[in-house]
């Protein structure tokens, strides 16, 4: 299936490591040039190389998310590089974690970090005609995980906003949608840690999950490219479940 994607601009947050790397590396893939931010400088050099590897054009920069006018800066920059923004992967995240830090670190990393970037690249969104905002959430948002913790409330308010900005957009030819993967295992990622230091937490989750395994980053990559490209032209203000079956919710 020829996704429409040859060609394409796209920003990914958190594009070095993980589920953002797997986006960037995805998106290369189907032809889109890509720029990508991340908090350390040589993690980027080495991911623009990779993507350029793949034939694109690749541009990235160290920066910090909770720095709010050098981020919008830096969004402004990498769309006059890349000579638009098709696409905008708000992906960069705090993570777990409880206390008033925590609250704070998710605010400033998950929801203004999402927030300030869409506003940064609405302009080169609204110039391209059809461009495609994805954030990404947690099913941490739709179900109670673990305990009552700022990275599930943020991830809810992120999808209620994704939600809200898919009817603002719309007239603009911009489509807004979520992706809400479910525990997702990689070198170096938390579900490693967890399994090597919380093993008890690691096995109960694991038996939550139909198939017997986790996700891997480059799956839910498959779903965020296919909500980004023309080939979902039809569809925006979804959240959609990416875990394996490990929600158990009815979804209406």
């Not at 980027?44 to 998310?65: F, P, Q, S």
């Not at 305990?147 to 007239?171: F, V």
Request: negative net charge; aromatic residues 6%; charged residues 15%.
């Amino acid at each position: 299936m020829d996704l429409g994607l040859k060609g394409k601009k796209a920003v990914v947050t958190g594009g070095t490591r993980g589920i953002g790397r797997a986006i960037a590396e995805a998106l290369a893939a189907e032809g889109v040039d890509v720029a990508v931010c991340a908090r350390h400088a040589n993690e980027v050099d080495e991911t623009v190389a990779a993507l350029k590897a793949r034939g694109v054009n690749a541009c990235g920069a160290a920066v910090d998310i909770s720095q709010g006018e050098a981020y919008q800066a830096w969004i402004a920059a990498a769309a006059a590089e890349l000579g638009g923004i098709d696409i905008f992967v708000a992906n960069v995240s705090a993570g777990g974690g409880m206390g008033e830090d925590a609250w704070r670190a998710n605010f400033e990393t998950d929801l203004l970090g999402t927030t300030r970037g869409i506003d940064a690249a609405l302009p080169a969104l609204k110039a391209s005609g059809a461009g495609s905002i994805v954030v990404i959430s947690s099913t941490a948002a739709v179900e109670t995980f673990i305990a009552p913790q700022p990275y599930n409330a943020i991830k809810a308010a992120l999808i209620t906003h994704a939600k809200q900005l898919s009817q603002a957009l719309a007239t603009d030819g911009i489509r807004v949608n979520c992706v809400s993967p479910g525990p997702v295992y990689f070198p170096g990622g938390a579900w490693e840690y967890i399994q090597n230091n919380v093993a008890e937490l690691y096995a109960s989750t694991m038996a939550q999950i139909p198939r017997g395994s986790m996700g891997t980053p480059a799956e839910v990559a498959n779903a965020v490219v296919f909500l980004a490209s023309p080939a979902a032209s039809l569809i925006t203000g979804v959240n959609l479940i990416a875990d394996g079956g490990f929600t158990k919710r009815v979804q209406l």
